[in-house]
């Protein structure tokens, strides 16, 4: 499966951003679906998953309530609507597939988000 994240971009404090992961291959609409962000200076952190039909969904303490994380199989994409955005969230967003939790198997490259105060 190869990934392509896009969406990224600049965008001030309590507004909204959709990021898209664009998947080829087959089998996208058997794998867990995931997204996760890296800031400057941190480690890379989990941010959101759902799993091959989209009925189960998971996500950081830190993003619960303003992200949402979905999936359209025929399209082979999967979606981060991302509001009330915070300079906190300000990060590469990379998204991720895999068999299972933790997702680990397949990764795309990273969009950028910032978010200005």
């Known amino acids: 499966v190869q990934l392509q994240a896009s969406g990224g971009g600049l965008v001030q404090a309590g507004g909204s951003l959709r990021l898209s992961c664009a998947a080829s291959?087959?089998?996208?609409?058997?794998?867990?679906m995931g997204w996760f962000r890296q800031a400057p200076g941190k480690e890379r952190e989990f941010v959101a998953a759902?799993?091959?039909?989209?009925?189960?969904?998971y996500y950081a303490d830190s993003v619960k309530g303003r992200f949402t994380i979905s999936r359209d199989n025929p399209k082979n994409t999967g979606y981060l609507q991302m509001n009330s955005l915070k300079p906190e969230d300000t990060a590469v967003y990379y998204c991720?597939?895999?068999?299972?939790?933790?997702?680990?198997?397949?990764w795309g490259q990273g969009t950028q988000v910032t978010v200005s105060s």
């Open positions: 291959g087959r089998s996208f609409s058997r794998y867990f």
């Open positions: 991720a597939a895999g068999k299972s939790l933790p997702i680990d198997d397949y």
């Open positions: 759902v799993n091959w039909n989209g009925e189960n969904t």
